[in-house]
């Protein structure tokens, strides 16, 4: 599978951002599609995920701010940044192939796979 991002860029705190990910190749055989960060000094952490049928999880720092959708007919998964926060700065992966389990547990393993990553800059 091939993701590439786009949609990156720079934001004041407030404001908004939209990413996007277009999807090519084998993206639907397992698990969930998501959204990944590496923010300052911090490992790569997941923000939030959709599932086969739509249903979204999010990291508690993003509720309420962030939403991940997806538009299956074109394979491009969306991710909609409000009320930016300058701590929300990072580099954004898209994902594919991401475990999501019942109870709400999701997370990337060595099947994973990823997109180049796009850069979201926020000041304050």
């Known amino acids: 599978v091939q993701l590439v991002e786009s949609g990156g860029g720079s934001a004041q705190a407030g404001g908004t951002l939209r990413l996007s990910c277009v999807a090519s190749?084998?993206?639907?055989?397992?698990?969930?599609m998501g959204w990944f960060r590496r923010t300052t000094g911090q490992a790569r952490a997941g923000v939030g995920i959709?599932?086969?049928?739509?249903?979204?999880r999010y990291t508690d720092s993003v509720k309420g701010r962030f939403t991940v959708s997806k538009d299956s007919a074109k394979n491009i998964l969306y991710l909609q940044m409000n009320s930016l926060k300058p701590e929300d700065t990072g580099t954004y992966y898209c994902?594919?192939?991401?475990?999501?389990?019942?109870?709400?547990?999701?997370?990337?393993?060595?099947?994973?796979?990823w997109g180049q990553g796009t850069l979201v800059t926020v000041s304050s």
């Open positions: 994902a594919a192939k991401v475990v999501c389990r019942p109870g709400g547990v999701w997370y990337a393993d060595a099947l994973t796979q």
């Open positions: 190749g084998d993206t639907g055989s397992r698990g969930c």
């Open positions: 959709v599932d086969r049928d739509g249903n979204t």
